[in-house]
């Protein structure tokens, strides 16, 4: 067991814990985009910044992966963490503005303009669509390629994947594509349950784990 | 491509821990490139997902998923070698070659790339031309350049290139001198070190010029043979940090005056290295 102090409260929590684990089981809210329970932490967003350490010794840290250790002071709302907090949404509002789960976050701590340049990405590059597929799924359909300003989300080789499931496990926890499926195009429909009126999950899969919402195909009646 | 070569080179490397990346630069180095069929083998033999073979062939520069050009142009883009007109380089190249940077040109002689620093920040901007290096590179020389690969960089004349240029090699620990000009190699003050292999101990002279592979030694050293260096001065190990992009042996590794680092092959007769400025190969 380990103890430490969030906000000055001491708390107790299992060897193993995060920093975030310990602050909310006291209630502290701290806010996170790339956090999912059920998914393994990744640190991709440092939305959940905290500041940890006292004196001349203190640091910032994204709380969903950083490990509780004992005897250490957190912070979740000082100065220096409110000033990272509005830069990070910021950034995210300067990569992503039409995302209603980034809007909704910079609604929530007041942040009605950002500093830089705007670009409309489809992706912030939050990884939970990769853990979901990875982790939740068993799929390991897509993954992260390239690297640094080339950094994408995708199949290999972008063709068709032979992994995928269609799930919608992906589209379902994307905060930045909002892309829901509309079956306009019916290569790159989700499952295509809506057009052929029959539960396609049922008929090509013994697990159904369909997590996209509201697709119906699975709630059709059976013959 | 067959999946059997694949296979082969898969077998080859079992025993390697970083596996994939050994794997796949095998693959690289025979094909030339990573073709598509190649990757979905290799996840098949190892097990690994497509997905993360294809995110490790996507992360690394040195791996290309498009047949490349028979010589490799890379333009180094690095923070010195862009403030010395790294980029106007790279434009030069674009002009004479006719082709894009990434691209491969028609006549599939030449594939042009940009690296960010390849150590060598003091002799800016830098060029390598298939694993040969070209330092203080200027918009005159690129034609030179494309026109020399094409001749065959293996038989430009060292004693008259005016591309060869001497260094000045010092300990990466306690900085003193290497160079002994007591000792003229290629007419240039030589790079004195100490090694140590098969149990014998004694000096090693290198050539300090570009592209020269002159050495001599107290003792012959046998071809393939893995050896140790040492300052002579404070007798730490010149050891690098990498091992070797060709055999995998550890590299040696030593400082030039005035900023970069040297990397060579620790085995006599392997050509790998990281700044072709000494040659102990
Ligand atoms: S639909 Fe499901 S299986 Fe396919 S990529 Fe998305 S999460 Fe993975
Ligand atoms: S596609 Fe969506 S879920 Fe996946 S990394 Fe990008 S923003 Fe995150
Ligand atoms: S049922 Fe829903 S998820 Fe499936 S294809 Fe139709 S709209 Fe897309
Ligand atoms: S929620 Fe912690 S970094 Fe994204
Ligand atoms: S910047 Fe070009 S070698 Fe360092
Ligand atoms: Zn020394
Ligand atoms: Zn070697």
Redesign the pocket.
């Known amino acids: 067991m380990i103890t430490l102090k969030i906000n000055g409260l001491p708390v107790t929590v299992d060897k193993g814990a995060t920093l975030l684990e310990a602050i909310r089981f006291l209630g502290f809210h701290v806010p996170t985009l790339c956090h999912m329970e059920g998914l393994s932490p990744m640190g991709a967003c440092r939305l959940c910044v905290v500041e940890i350490g006292n004196g001349n010794n203190n640091k910032l840290v994204s709380s969903c992966t950083y490990p509780a250790q004992e005897g250490l002071n957190v912070r979740t709302s000082s100065t220096r963490v409110m000033n990272a907090r509005k830069m990070i949404i910021e950034l995210l509002l300067a990569t992503a503005p039409q995302s209603k789960t980034i809007q909704d976050i910079a609604a929530k701590y007041d942040v009605r303009r950002q500093r830089f340049r705007q670009r409309y990405e489809s992706c912030i590059l939050c990884g939970l669509c990769v853990r979901m597929c990875e982790e939740q799924m068993m799929a390991k359909a897509i993954g992260f390629r390239g690297r640094g300003d080339r950094r994408s989300i995708g199949t290999p080789f972008d063709s068709k994947s032979e992994k995928c499931r269609l799930c919608g496990g992906c589209l379902y926890v994307c905060p930045a594509c909002e892309l829901r499926c509309t079956y306009t195009e019916p290569d790159k429909a989700v499952c295509g349950g809506c057009a052929n009126l029959s539960p396609p999950c049922l008929i090509n899969y013994d697990d159904v784990m369909c997590y996209m919402d509201p697709c119906v195909a699975c709630e059709l009646p059976k013959e | 491509m067959s999946a059997d070569s694949i296979r082969k080179i898969i077998d080859d490397t079992r025993d390697q821990p970083a596996n994939i990346i050994v794997v796949l630069e095998d693959i690289q180095a025979k094909f030339g490139y990573l073709p598509e069929e190649s990757l979905r083998v290799v996840a098949e033999e190892t097990g690994q997902s497509l997905v993360d073979i294809y995110g490790v062939a996507t992360f690394y520069k040195t791996f290309s998923l498009k047949p490349r050009g028979q010589h490799r142009v890379s333009v ?1 883009l ?5 403030v010395r007109g ?1 980029p106007s380089i790279e434009k030069a190249f674009q002009r004479a070659l006719n082709c894009k940077t990434g691209e491969t040109t028609d006549d599939k002689k030449f594939t042009l790339e940009t690296v960010a ?5 003091a002799l ?3 060029v390598v031309v298939d694993q040969h290096y070209f330092s203080k590179v200027t918009i005159d020389d690129v034609r030179r350049v494309v026109r020399k690969t094409l001749e065959g960089l293996d038989k430009v004349d060292i004693t008259k290139d005016k591309s060869v240029f001497p260094v000045e090699i010092i300990c990466s620990r306690c900085a003193h001198s290497l160079m002994d000009p007591t000792f003229l190699i290629d007419d240039y003050p030589s790079v004195r070190v100490t090694i140590y292999f098969e149990r014998m101990h004694g000096w090693l002279r290198l050539s300090s010029v570009y592209g020269s592979y002159n050495i001599e030694s107290e003792y012959e050293i046998p071809m393939d043979a893995v050896v140790n260096i040492f300052c002579p001065h404070c007798h730490t190990e010149l050891k690098g940090n990498i091992p070797c992009p060709e055999c995998h042996a550890p590299m040696v590794s030593m400082v030039v005056r005035g900023g ?1 680092v040297v990397q060579i092959c620790s085995r006599r007769g392997c050509k790998g290295h990281m700044l072709d400025v000494t040659g102990m190969n």
């Open positions: 180094c690095g923070t010195a070698c862009h790294g620093c390849l150590g060598a920040c800016g901007p830098i970069g």
